[in-house]
C-alpha cells in the first residue's frame, strides 16, 4: 500500500493507523500547493480531489477520506483492535466518533487556516471551543475515545488536537485534552509517524 500524505495534515491519522496496525506500506510526500508526488508524479492524477489523505492500494485502486480509509486499514488487521467487531455497538461508537471530529473539530479547526473573512473565522472558532469543552468532559473520566483501548478515532483526534498551536489555541481550559494528547503521542507507533513525516 501507499499513503500520499502531507506533514501533519489529517493524512497522518492514517499513517498511525497503518503503523498500529502493522500492514506494510510506503508513504509519499505531497506538495499541495503544486500537487507533485515527492519524487515525481502528478497528484491530481492519484485523486481528482486534490487533498491528501489518498491510499493507493497493492491493488491499484485509490481510496481517499481519511476516516474510509482507516475502517477499510482496520479492518484488513482485525486483530489489531483498532475497530471493533462488525455489529457491535462499540463499532458504531467509533463511527460515531469519526463523524462527531469530522464535522464539529475538522472542519472549524480547517477554516482557521483558510483565508475567510475574519468574523466567520471568529464564530468557527467559538464553535470549536464549545465542541472541545464537550469532548473534554468525555475525556475527563477515560483514556481513549471507546473504551479502554486506542481506537482509529484515537488517532483521528490526536491529529486535528495537535493543530491548536498552529492556530495559536490553548487547550489549557481543558486538561483532559492536554492530558490524551501526552498519552497518545507516547505510543511507540505514533512517535514512529511523527519522525517519519520529520515533525519531531
Known sequence: ???????????????????????????????????????GGDFSKVSSKGYVPALRLDSGAVLTEGPAIMQYLADQRPQSGLLPPPGSLERYRVIEWLSFIGSEIHKPFGAQFAPVAPEWKAGTLAQLKGRLAWTHGELAQKSYLVGERFSIADAYLFVVLGWAPHIGLDLGPWPALGAYLQRLASRPKVQEALKAEGLV
Not at 497522518?12 to 519524487?39: F, T
Request: negative net charge; aromatic residues 8%; hydrophobic residues 40%.
Open 1 to 39: 500500500m501507499l499513503l500520499y500524505y502531507y506533514p501533519g495534515a489529517c493524512s497522518l491519522a492514517p499513517h498511525i493507523v497503518l503503523l498500529e496496525a502493522g500492514i506494510p506500506h510506503e508513504i509519499k510526500k505531497v506538495d499541495l500547493q503544486s500537487k507533485q508526488v515527492e519524487g
